[in-house]
């Protein structure tokens, strides 16, 4: 970085500021929770100034806001849009998360503001409703006889386990997985057609990219 492209007290300046800021903030929120990083410490990560920072965002509830949004804004694609698992495979594939993941950021953000008018509490409630609508969506293809019922009970298995694993430094998404293969094949009817690789359960399916849940 040459000298022009820094400002006082070597700070860096100019084009990218906005995803500096974005980043320090999804490094530091994850790491140390929202309510514990000030400005002064995202922007000295982030190498601006404040003057900068105001610039991009009004104030930190929307840079926080935004911080949500950048996780998974199309609901986890790497498991709903593949097409070489089945339904049923799509829907266990969920709860195959490394167990390396940070806490769901989204309930992350929820239990730490303690403001369902917030703009972040608003992105995690339309988050959190997306997820349980695809997972209906994949339940009905799956065929499921409610699909909705099937979707609002994973989506809460996801969340607990999520939240589990955080309060108890422990694996629980293998147990939640069994618990969901439960679920499932006591939602769809025997009769429904099922293709020969449905029996092999996650097998072969690909862990959920960290992020969201």
Do not use: W
């Amino acid at each position: 970085m040459t000298e022009l492209e820094k400002g006082p007290q070597g700070r860096r300046r100019g084009r990218g500021a906005r995803e500096r800021i974005l980043s320090a903030s999804q490094q530091l929120f994850r790491e140390q929770g929202i309510n514990r990083t000030g400005m002064d410490q995202l922007c000295a990560v982030a190498q601006v100034s404040k003057h900068t920072a105001y610039q991009h965002f009004a104030g930190k509830d929307e840079l926080v806001a935004e911080y949500l949004r950048r996780f998974d804004p199309d609901v986890l694609p790497g498991v709903f849009d593949r097409t070489d698992l089945t339904p049923r495979e799509r829907l266990l594939a969920v709860f195959d998360v490394p167990a390396s993941t940070p806490l769901c950021p989204y309930i992350g953000a929820a239990v730490e503001l303690h403001d369902p008018g917030h703009p972040a509490s608003e992105c995690a409630r339309d988050y959190k409703k997306a997820i349980a609508a695809r997972l209906a969506e994949t339940a009905r293809e799956a065929g499921a006889t409610n699909p909705e019922q099937l979707g609002e009970q994973l989506a809460l298995l996801i969340d607990g386990a999520s939240a589990r694993t955080r309060v108890l430094d422990s694996e629980c998404f293998p147990t939640a997985a069994a618990i969901a293969s439960v679920l499932i094949d006591n939602a769809i009817p025997a009769s429904s057609p099922r293709q020969p690789s449905d029996d092999r359960g996650t097998t072969g399916s690909a862990p959920v990219p960290a992020g969201g849940h």
